[in-house]
């Protein structure tokens, strides 16, 4: 991929997570952490800008050392996929009503078999 493409992708990245810090089901890190690997590729240094943010900088240090997540991101998605997995059932017709709590299930127990941070 050219590096036009991967600082387009981080741009993307980067305002989904932006939109997350205000979306409550919108999950802002993992997509920063997103923005810095694909800035990384596109423009190295505006993933120096990420990596050094006092914010989000942490994060994506831990994650790319040990693969680690906080205990408190960890609670946050699952609260997420809870809530997410209610509505889904609540107000999907069958069989789709079974798509959220399926992935829930599957995202968490990887997310839960993560290094804390």
């Known amino acids: 991929m050219t590096p ?3 600082r387009i992708a981080g741009l993307a990245a980067l305002a989904l997570g ?3 810090a205000f979306l409550p089901l919108l999950p802002t890190v993992p997509l920063v952490i ?3 690997f694909c800035f990384a590729r596109g423009q190295p240094a505006w993933e120096a800008r990420l990596v050094a943010d006092p914010r989000f900088g942490p994060h994506i240090q831990r994650w790319r050392e040990r693969g680690a997540v906080s205990r408190k991101g960890k609670v946050a ?3 997420a996929f809870a809530v997410s997995s209610a509505v889904s059932v609540v107000a999907a017709p069958w069989p789709w009503l079974l798509a959220t709590p399926i992935a829930a299930v599957v995202c968490l127990s990887w997310l839960w078999t993560r290094p804390e941070a």
């Open 4 to 6: 036009l493409i991967w």
């Open 77 to 79: 998605a699952t609260v």
């Open 18 to 20: 932006a939109l997350g």
């Open 34 to 36: 997103l923005a810095a």
